[in-house]
């Protein structure tokens, strides 16, 4: 792993919270890889992935579009008025990068606020990421709640 | 369309609460934090109420714990063909037995705080320093009695049913044929059996018990409600390559693009009790691939009529009033369970019929992750219009909730029928049978 690389993998987590923060939801899905999926498993950290366990989103591309689409149209009911929310990371630790894979472990609280209501979750992003067209894209965003199983509110945007 | 004929308009109109009308019902009934609390002993009290599944609890020993109208439920098999239900306090100070979700007790059960012990039946066991009892009024006290059992418990093909109050109705004749939805579900094994899994969805909504129970029945939303997302889904599936294979997901959020007449059609059954089934004659889940080896398995077991039977019967919603309400494909069940006047905590579970093949479980899982989930952008509208139900309900201008639609005089009297689906008989019917409970004092209040 060189300086660099991990540089640049760190930097890729942090903008790509930035975007979801900016509610850029098009271009934060511009950087999953064609065959990405973003999990956030219903057993979180404790769950593996080849459990047969549910998920409280478990999303391709597809469906993923479906969900921004939705969010960008601007005909839900549940985002008059619409949410924002709000990511606040530990310094992404990268645990390999070879200059094709990487992965990188990054501990997060996160504040989704809708009008007057405001929820509040913690965990941490299990990010695979690969290359693809020369640059890094996601292959596997998990995201492991720390109350993942807990009963909860709407969460209408991406922990 | 088999609407039901008014039978006569000389019957009685009477109401028998006077928060539900015929065709209407009184704003109280979701807002009144009192009226909820009258309601968790009347009507909840007398239910008979889901509390859990055997294949929870495969083993002697064996417990799942529960809290249902506020008081903590211990279930617990105690021999390979029974479950008690308990209330889960020790006998002695009032301690939760136990605290977690699920466990195993072992040979007996023992209380954290000071080692009271209790047979697997909940009698009494042993108790530290019981020389101290020697001439005490222990023995003969309700303390000294082991731990309480539930007033009703029946186990219904491991479908676990409680009821908290001595009154009330039995069993068989509280749900009658609405058990079939069980039966239905159940023979989706071949061997009969079905065993929770994948995990349980858990949502809280700031809501009514009664918004969530209500929209399950009411088929005419999903046109306005879920547009949103129907139609992005159309758009996108339209952009798709041609001869794409359809991904499950797909085919399991693309039928809510189905237009009102669609939804009207499917046709809904009233059963007495209020309990009900939506989707009689067809459902959004109708249209799922079929699987010739498993219907093969299926025929093997139960006979090719009544294989069609079940398979043909893939209801939108059953709902065993008031705690449940099970699909049949996909093997899905939704847990509605109050938490106050204005906040509900909804489960969604999923089932493996055992011996069918590895896809039920995961249609099951996918539909409830697709639609159930806290995270699901078919639930987020639901869940708000509920929120938004139980704010504008506040408004003192005009307190009743409209349920006139295809309202005929008499109706009440021809339950078990079969009408359109659209027909908000289905909640009246749901209300009634409310108004029945409330309106009796419970043994105990008259005491």
Known sequence: MSAADVQAVQDFVLAEASLLNHALYREWLALFAHEGRYWVPLGGIDQNESDTHNALADEDRLLLSLRVERLLAGRAHSQQPASRSAHVLQAPQVDLCDGQRAEVYTPFTYVESRGEQQIWLAGHWCHRLCREDGAWRIALKRVNLVNAGAAHLAIQLFP | ?447
């Open chain 2, 1 to 447: 369309m088999h609407r039901a004929e008014s039978m006569s308009a000389e019957l009685p109109n009477l109401p028998v609460h006077p928060l539900v009308q015929d065709d209407r019902v009184h704003r109280d009934l979701y807002t009144d934090a009192d009226l909820f609390a009258q309601e968790q002993q009347r009507f909840f009290g007398r239910a008979w109420v889901f509390a859990g599944h055997g294949s929870q609890m495969p083993e002697v020993g064996d417990f799942i714990t529960v809290s249902l109208s506020g008081q903590p439920i211990l279930l617990l098999r105690d021999a390979p063909d029974r479950i008690q239900a308990f209330f889960n306090r020790c006998a002695h100070k009032g301690s939760q037995l136990y605290a977690q979700a699920q466990g195993h007790v072992g040979k007996m059960l023992r209380c954290p705080y000071h080692a009271w012990s209790y047979r697997l039946d909940g009698q009494a066991l042993a108790r530290p320093l019981k020389d101290g009892y020697v001439g005490t009024g222990l023995d003969a006290s309700p303390n000294g009695q082991g731990l309480t059992r539930l007033p009703g418990v029946r186990v219904y093909r491991e479908f676990v049913f409680v009821r908290l109050s001595p009154d009330g109705l039995d069993f068989d004749t509280y749900f009658g044929d609405a058990l079939r939805a069980i039966d239905n579900m159940v023979e989706r094994s071949p061997v009969g059996r079905l065993e929770v899994a994948g995990g349980v969805l858990r949502n809280t909504m700031a809501c009514n018990w009664k918004m969530y129970l209500e929209n399950i029945n009411d088929s005419v939303h999903p046109v306005s409600a879920h547009e949103s997302a129907s139609s992005v889904a159309r758009q996108m599936w339209q952009q798709q390559p041609s001869g794409a294979p359809m991904p499950m997901a797909m085919e399991q959020i693309l039928p809510f693009a189905n237009g009102y007449d669609f939804f009207d059609q499917m046709g809904a059954r009233i059963h007495p009790q209020g309990h009900s089934l939506l989707g009689v004659n067809f459902s959004i889940h109708s249209a799922y691939a079929v699987l010739p080896e498993y219907q093969a398995a299926l025929e093997a077991a139960w006979g090719v009529e009544r294989t069609q039977e079940v398979l043909q019967r893939s209801p939108q919603n059953a709902v065993l009033y008031p705690s449940i309400a099970l699909k049949g494909s996909p093997l899905s069940m939704r847990v509605i369970r109050p938490l106050a006047v204005d906040r509900t905590l909804v489960e969604a579970w999923s089932f493996r019929a055992v011996g069918a093949p590895d896809v039920l479980l995961e249609r099951a899982m996918t539909y409830n992750r697709l639609v159930f989930s806290p995270m699901s952008v078919v639930a987020h509208d639901d869940v708000h219009l509920f929120e938004s139900i139980q704010q504008g309900l506040q408004a003192q201008g005009q307190p009743w909730v409209s349920l006139h639609r295809n309202h005929v005089a008499g109706e009440s009297a021809q339950s078990p029928a079969d009408t359109n689906s659209a027909n908000e008989w289905l909640m009246r019917n749901q209300y009634r049978a409310w108004a029945q409970a409330m309106s009796q004092p419970l043994a105990s209040e008259l005491a």
